[in-house]
């Protein structure tokens, strides 16, 4: 009798974990179901306005296994630029093994990439935690357009649970929570006990060592052709492509070739050198040498360090400046990268000849780079194209030091600089201004001005500010109307008041318009120029799967709007013929798609200026300069989500980046295209690229320097 139970158990026992393992969950087919687990508590709330209710909590736990795609469903739970997310549970099972299932999607279509990682966490008897269970997952391995089941063997957990989830991308969507308990459930439980409050930085944690380990560039080089490198090499590569983190191919003949930098009397070079080491740790240190006599501070010395992205990517991103004769170390059979910024406007003489000598312990003797530098003595005096990043001076710790950013976002030639909406008095019934608002509004001003031009984006529209106008039955449009006149003339007299005349700001009242957004832009703005004809006012358009601006709907805001900056994405496409037909000057932007950090200097940054001049604009912009939303830029995963941030703080200045160098290049590419455009030696690629007859012209860094010094050799001849 014994055995018998025995046999019946274990076969049960087997069942039951088969269950528990598979990939795929039976809908419920109206059986009762034991509720083995409850959830209390979502931290941050979800905020995915398509799946959000009031009954996200119960919707957990209700059973009910929704089809593909899920995020477009009530009965989903979903957080939008929210990771990671905290789920608080109680499991109801007597034992404290078992199995967690999560119920998610992946839809590369509507950028939803699955779960990146989850951390299950379990309450002591001592109100502290321990780590109980994980998954890590591989989402590339996983069907698109399809559900999938999360398993996750938890060991040793008390009946209260904390569930930390960490998005792959932006999105987080959850379904369905199950608990299948089972004592057969082995492992081992850590004991390091984590108080409440370090759950989320100790899952953050074991996210970013995973990553590491995923992405970690392997010390032999077999792939490379290397694998028998026995010295240390040094080579030129692009400062703009991929730095890989490993040496070219080597031949036997390898020699140094020499670097030639050729400009703008007002421009700035880059040039990177690569350094493996093939020796012990060292110190290294550079030093330029030249029997010419060198400005100090035109030649910058920096190195290019790694940094995780949040997607589990190792990039060469920020540029860390060193003085010369500086020392830094370099791992054993690593790479280090060596950033040189050669500011032509600090050389008295067009050409010089000088070494790039990079010493250490490692080497018998100096490596010594040939350095040629030759300066186009004549400065390129053009009207300056636009320039934006959407550098709000509220985005801390970059903005710590506001002189030295500032000083940081004239020399990379941004020359259009947004108030944000919280540094602006609103506009209210009784007609009274904010005084905190008024006060930052006054040290922005004081900041910026002289140096380009103002826009005020106040952040207006449907289910946002300014409240009464949406919210308030009891006005009538005629006194919505004659509250915003008011605030308008007050905010004209002050800002004359502040020493700027009409020409030099521009109201910024919505956001990338689409859908029910443009058609408050369109009422918004008439209600503007109705009331005060000489505020200028900006629009940025945008075209997305929810709508954007028809040909009509533009002709309708043309008179209205005085500042136009489309999306380049529908300035070529769905707004291409407004655009192409209008004969006042007008911008672009482009944003690059998260993780930025691991986005390309050349294609995103760099190449955004030709793409402008080609299609007629006279402005570029991108997000964003400073966004980390309050957290380090040098950390993607210590905020809601990764950082938007083109540069790293520091305690002085900011810290640059490769991606930065390659704006401020393409901002002085521009100027060359337009001064040079109209010369009879004009490049023949670049005309034929005007004329649409290539696309994604220049297709590389080398193609383009080479274009660019055609251009430079017409501007000799002129």
Request: net charge neutral; proline share 5%; with cysteine.
């Amino acid at each position: 009798m014994t055995y018998t139970k025995f046999i019946k158990g274990s076969i049960i026992f087997v069942l039951f974990f088969a269950v528990a393992e598979s990939k795929q969950l039976m809908t419920n087919t109206g059986d009762v179901k034991e509720l083995l687990i409850s959830i209390s508590k979502l931290s941050p709330q979800p905020n995915y306005s398509l799946s959000t209710d009031e009954n996200d909590i119960q919707q957990l736990t209700d059973t009910e296994i929704l089809r593909f795609p899920i995020w477009s469903k009530k009965g989903c739970v979903g957080w939008h630029k929210r990771t990671p997310v905290k789920i608080s549970a109680k499991i109801e099972a007597k034992n404290n093994n078992g199995v967690l299932k999560i119920h998610t999607a992946k839809g590369l279509y509507a950028g939803v990439k699955g779960l990146k990682r989850v951390d299950v966490y379990s309450k002591t008897p001592s109100n502290q935690y321990i780590h109980v269970g994980e998954y890590h997952g591989q989402t590339d391995e996983w069907e698109d357009r399809k559900n999938h089941w999360i398993n996750i063997n938890v060991y040793g957990a008390y009946d209260e649970l904390e569930i930390v989830v960490h998005a792959d991308g932006t999105n987080i969507f959850i379904d369905e929570i199950e608990w299948i308990p089972g004592k057969g459930v082995d492992g081992f439980v850590q004991e390091n006990l984590i108080p409440t409050n370090q759950i989320i930085k100790d899952s953050t944690n074991r996210l970013k060592t995973a990553l590491l380990e995923d992405s970690e560039i392997a010390s032999n080089f077999e792939n490379n052709g290397v694998a028998n490198l026995s010295k240390s090499i040094i080579w030129q590569d692009d400062p703009w492509g991929d730095l890989s983190g490993k040496p070219p191919v080597v031949k036997s003949n390898l020699a140094l070739t020499e670097i030639k930098i050729i400009g703008v009397k007002n421009e700035k070079e880059s040039a990177v050198l690569g350094v493996f080491n093939a020796e012990n740790d060292g110190e290294y240190n550079v030093t330029i040498s030249s029997n010419q006599e060198i400005n100090a501070q035109a030649i910058k010395i920096g190195i290019v360090k790694s940094i995780l992205t949040a997607s589990g990517v190792l990039v060469f991103d920020p540029i860390l400046p060193i003085k010369q004769n500086e020392t830094f170390k370099i791992e054993a059979n690593k790479v280090s990268y060596i950033w040189l910024t050669i500011d032509l406007e600090q050389l008295q003489e067009t050409n010089y000849q000088a070494n790039i000598l990079v010493s250490s312990d490692n080497l018998q003797a100096p490596y010594s780079i040939p350095l040629t530098i030759d300066v186009v003595n004549k400065a390129i005096v053009i009207n300056e194209p636009a320039a934006i990043n959407w550098s709000y001076t509220s985005n801390l710790p970059i903005w710590k030091n506001r002189k030295k950013t500032m000083e940081d976002l004239l020399e990379h030639g941004i020359n259009v600089f947004v108030v944000p909406p919280q540094h602006i008095p609103q506009p209210n019934v009784d007609g009274n201004w904010n005084i905190g608002a008024a006060i930052r509004l006054k040290k922005d001003l004081d900041l910026f001005k002289g140096n380009g031009q103002i826009l005020l984006i106040v952040g207006w529209g449907p289910g946002s500010r300014p409240a009464w106008m949406f919210n308030d039955k009891n006005l009538t449009e005629q006194r919505k109307f004659e509250i915003l006149k008011n605030w308008l003339n007050k905010l004209n007299t002050y800002m004359t008041q502040q020493g700027f005349h009409n020409s030099e700001w521009a109201l910024y009242p919505v956001d990338e318009a689409h859908s029910k957004k443009l058609d408050f832009l369109i009422k918004i703005a008439k209600w503007i120029k109705q009331a005060n004809p000489d505020i200028r006012v900006y629009a940025n358009p945008s075209q997305s799967r929810r709508g954007y601006a028809t040909y009509r709907d533009l002709k309708i805001l043309e008179p209205l709007i005085d500042i136009w900056q489309p999306s380049l994405a529908f300035a070529q496409q769905k707004g291409n013929r407004f655009f192409s037909e209008m004969e006042t000057p007008w911008w672009v932007y482009d944003n690059p798609k998260a993780p930025v950090k691991q986005s390309s200097p050349f294609k995103n940054y760099r190449r955004l200026a030709w793409k402008a001049w080609n299609i007629g604009s006279s402005g570029i912009g991108f997000w964003s300069y400073s966004d980390t939303q309050g957290s380090s830029a040098w950390d993607d995963f210590d905020g809601v989500r990764a950082d938007w941030a083109v540069v790293y703080e520091s305690e002085e200045k900011p810290v640059s980046s490769r991606r930065w160098e390659a704006f401020r290049e393409g901002v002085e590419d521009y100027k060359l295209l337009t001064k040079t455009e109209n010369m009879d030696c004009f490049p023949r690629e670049l005309m034929n690229m005007k004329q649409g007859m290539i696309n994604n012209y220049p297709s590389s860094s080398q193609a383009l320097e080479q274009v660019r010094k055609q251009m430079l050799s017409c501007l000799k001849e002129h």
